[in-house]
């Protein structure tokens, strides 16, 4: 075997491609053909004693009833399986030993199952979901009992991140970039990559970080859309586990905050909801948050938040490219060094090809001829692997993670005034586009059906 | 080997004092349930587009017919991607 193809079958950057390749194709067969059902395991809604009203009431179920239901134990092993035989063949050709890394995936897997069903919970799944409990629970074991031995084989953070990326980017539609015209270009386009721009100036030469990944990972997760922006940023750039820990906690403590007070600001300044639907798209990190606030204003801001922030989630792909390029290129090269192509191919992180691969695919192949609702189908079961491949790799993370090395990485506050002035920048700036297009005076104000 | 001993400055102050606030606010929003809308089967734990339930139905993104062609989109999205690859890669420079 040479040595080129060993390197595609046997390195976890490209293991991940394929892996992510075979979960869409498998996706896409089970949605288009109708011949079987490949969604994986989600826990439905379930209270400890809310009182509910409206859809979510209707929504919920209680714990007990999921539990006894065999639709919900099929759909556990479907979940374990697939994900349980992918990687452990990725593992094995990794060089892993198959019988060390299945009773540790298994331990892994069981751990993310008691994630998402504690995320499920009412309260908790409306402001903070897998993410914050997946670190929290990892963190728990590894910084109480410590991590068992037997369970590292199948701490892989990189290998999860990266395969659940590429199955991310069916999702990221380039399409996109036109649903909203020049208002949600200019809104959405312009302004993100210059906060991102300002964030690495002002935290790598006002704060003086010289941890540059830290850096374009939180102003990623400021400027684009939160955890999503930063998981993919933070792989680009090859950062730390502490740096993705401490930048997704930030945002996500941050936009339970701006999802509540935002519209209340935008409201008591007299906004059109236009307007106001448009700042909050632009500024609040996460979707769900953006459509929530958004309504807050009314439909026409609802509809307005949620054209914007669209933009947003597909720009996820350009700049995790143009990250990990720069990293390539400039950052991780040495003074004086110059880099040339056959180098840069080496260093480039090839998930994020499988990234880009998977999103032109479904962006012009599969949308023009299997059309918009069978994507959107396509992208509802695989959002979920999406999602059971980052549970792994946040518990991984925990499981990996030591409370006083976060400490050590706040760094007098510093990642915290970066997150702070870079999203009061990213405000004022998305405010002035917003006024700029969509306030009448400049441009005529359009209309949403 | 024996760590430099840390003191606390203004900054560092000032962040925890920031910090513990904001936490705060946000444990105080979460046990309150603020900010949910009971027709919205979700809230800021959706992260992603894809994480809304039945997104598909629930998030209207068919609501503007943009005028121009898709092309003229793209190369506009493409001409600003690249001018503000040329200044980062400036502003990398002058460090």
Same mark, same amino acid.
């Given at each position: 075997?040479?040595?080129?193809?060993?390197?595609?079958?046997?390195?976890?950057?490209?293991?991940?491609?394929?892996?992510?390749? @075979?979960?869409?194709?498998?996706?896409?067969?089970?949605?288009?053909?109708?011949?079987?059902?490949?969604?994986?395991?989600?826990?439905?809604? !379930?209270?400890?004693?809310?009182?509910?009203?409206?859809?979510?009431?209707?929504?919920?179920? &209680?714990?007990?009833?999921?539990?006894?239901?065999?639709?919900?134990?099929?759909?556990?092993?479907?979940?374990?399986?697939?994900?349980?035989?992918?990687?452990?063949?990725?593992?094995?050709?990794?060089?892993?030993?198959?019988?060390?890394?299945?009773?540790?995936?298994?331990?892994?897997?069981?751990?993310?199952?008691?994630?998402?069903? /504690?995320?499920?919970?009412?309260?908790?799944?409306?402001?903070?979901?897998?993410?914050?409990?997946?670190?929290?629970?990892?963190?728990?074991?590894?910084?109480?009992?410590?991590?068992?031995?037997?369970?590292? &084989?199948?701490?892989?953070?990189?290998?999860?991140?990266?395969?659940?990326?590429?199955?991310?980017?069916?999702?990221?539609?380039?399409?996109?970039?036109?649903?909203? =015209?020049?208002?949600?270009? =200019? @809104?959405?386009?312009?302004?993100?990559?210059?906060?991102?721009?300002?964030?690495?100036?002002?935290?790598?030469?006002?704060?003086?970080?010289?941890?540059?990944?830290?850096?374009?990972?939180?102003?990623?997760?400021?400027?684009?859309? +939160?955890?999503?922006?930063? @998981?993919?940023?933070?792989?680009?750039?090859?950062?730390?586990?502490?740096?993705?820990?401490?930048?997704?906690?930030?945002?996500?403590?941050?936009?339970?905050?701006?999802?509540?007070?935002?519209?209340?600001?935008?409201?008591?300044?007299?906004?059109?909801?236009?307007?106001?639907?448009?700042?909050?798209?632009?500024?609040?990190?996460?979707?769900?948050?953006?459509?929530?606030?958004?309504?807050?204003?009314?439909?026409?801001?609802?509809?307005?938040?949620?054209?914007?922030?669209? @933009?947003?989630?597909?720009?996820?792909?350009?700049?995790?490219?143009?990250?990990?390029?720069?990293?390539?290129?400039?950052?991780?090269?040495?003074?004086?060094?110059?880099?040339?192509?056959?180098?840069?191919?080496?260093?480039?992180?090839?998930?994020?090809?499988?990234?880009?691969?998977?999103?032109?695919?479904?962006?012009?192949?599969?949308?023009?001829?299997? +059309?918009?609702?069978?994507?959107?189908? /396509?992208?509802?079961?695989?959002?979920?692997?999406?999602?059971?491949?980052?549970?792994?790799?946040?518990?991984?993370?925990?499981?990996?993670?030591?409370?006083?090395? *976060?400490?050590?990485?706040?760094?007098?506050?510093?990642?915290?005034?970066?997150?702070?002035?870079?999203?009061?920048?990213?405000?004022?700036?998305?405010?002035?586009?917003? !006024?700029?297009?969509?306030?009448?005076?400049?441009?005529? *104000?359009?209309?949403?059906? | 080997?024996?760590? &430099?001993?840390?003191?606390?400055?203004? =900054?560092?102050?000032?962040?925890?004092?920031?910090?513990?606030?904001?936490?705060?606010?946000?444990?105080?929003?979460? /046990?309150?349930?603020?900010?949910?809308?009971?027709?919205?089967?979700?809230?800021?734990?959706?992260?992603?587009?894809?994480?809304? &339930?039945?997104?598909?139905?629930?998030?209207?993104?068919?609501?503007?017919?943009?005028?121009?062609?898709?092309?003229?989109?793209?190369?506009?999205?493409?001409?600003? =991607?690249?001018?503000?690859?040329?200044?980062?890669?400036?502003?990398?420079?002058?460090?």
């Amino acid at each position: 075997m040479s040595a080129k193809t060993s390197k595609i079958l046997h390195t976890e950057d490209w293991l991940a491609v394929w892996i992510g390749f @075979i979960i869409i194709a498998v996706g896409l067969v089970a949605v288009l053909t109708g011949a079987f059902d490949f969604s994986a395991l989600k826990f439905k809604t !379930w209270t400890v004693g809310e009182q509910l009203t409206g859809a979510a009431a209707a929504k919920a179920v &209680p714990l007990g009833q999921q539990l006894a239901s065999g639709a919900f134990w099929l759909k556990m092993l479907l979940t374990a399986a697939v994900l349980g035989v992918l990687f452990t063949v990725g593992a094995k050709l990794t060089g892993e030993k198959v019988s060390r890394f299945v009773p540790a995936f298994v331990g892994v897997f069981l751990l993310s199952v008691v994630v998402r069903l /504690v995320s499920a919970e009412f309260t908790l799944n409306r402001y903070l979901e897998w993410a914050f409990w997946a670190l929290i629970v990892g963190m728990l074991i590894s910084n109480t009992v410590g991590t068992p031995k037997w369970l590292k &084989p199948a701490v892989r953070t990189e290998f999860y991140i990266k395969t659940g990326l590429v199955v991310m980017g069916f999702s990221v539609l380039f399409s996109n970039i036109a649903k909203f =015209g020049l208002y949600g270009l =200019g @809104i959405a386009w312009m302004v993100t990559p210059v906060v991102i721009l300002f964030m690495w100036w002002f935290g790598t030469k006002v704060l003086k970080m010289d941890n540059k990944p830290l850096v374009i990972t939180m102003a990623s997760a400021t400027s684009v859309c +939160g955890t999503s922006a930063a @998981i993919a940023s933070g792989a680009a750039s090859n950062c730390k586990k502490d740096d993705l820990t401490m930048t997704i906690s930030i945002s996500i403590i941050f936009t339970v905050l701006m999802m509540v007070f935002e519209p209340l600001i935008i409201r008591a300044f007299g906004m059109s909801p236009i307007m106001g639907g448009a700042l909050i798209g632009g500024t609040v990190d996460s979707t769900g948050a953006v459509a929530v606030a958004g309504s807050v204003l009314g439909g026409e801001a609802e509809k307005a938040a949620v054209l914007v922030k669209m @933009i947003q989630n597909i720009l996820i792909g350009f700049i995790a490219f143009f990250v990990a390029l720069f990293f390539a290129t400039r950052v991780d090269r040495k003074s004086g060094q110059k880099v040339g192509a056959g180098e840069i191919w080496t260093r480039f992180p090839k998930f994020i090809i499988g990234f880009f691969v998977a999103s032109l695919v479904a962006s012009f192949v599969v949308l023009p001829l299997a +059309g918009a609702d069978q994507v959107k189908a /396509v992208n509802g079961v695989l959002d979920q692997y999406k999602n059971w491949c980052f549970v792994l790799a946040f518990v991984s993370i925990g499981l990996d993670t030591n409370f006083r090395d *976060i400490a050590r990485q706040m760094k007098g506050g510093k990642p915290l005034w970066l997150y702070i002035v870079g999203q009061t920048f990213n405000i004022v700036l998305t405010f002035a586009m917003v !006024w700029f297009l969509l306030s009448g005076a400049v441009f005529p *104000i359009p209309t949403l059906d | 080997m024996r760590h &430099p001993k840390r003191s606390l400055t203004a =900054g560092s102050i000032a962040a925890l004092i920031v910090g513990a606030v904001v936490l705060g606010a946000a444990v105080y929003i979460m /046990v309150n349930g603020l900010g949910l809308n009971p027709d919205l089967d979700f809230g800021a734990g959706a992260y992603y587009y894809a994480d809304i &339930p039945d997104y598909q139905q629930t998030l209207d993104w068919d609501s503007y017919t943009a005028r121009l062609p898709f092309v003229v989109y793209l190369l506009l999205f493409l001409a600003w =991607g690249f001018l503000m690859w040329c200044i980062w890669k400036r502003l990398d420079r002058k460090q």
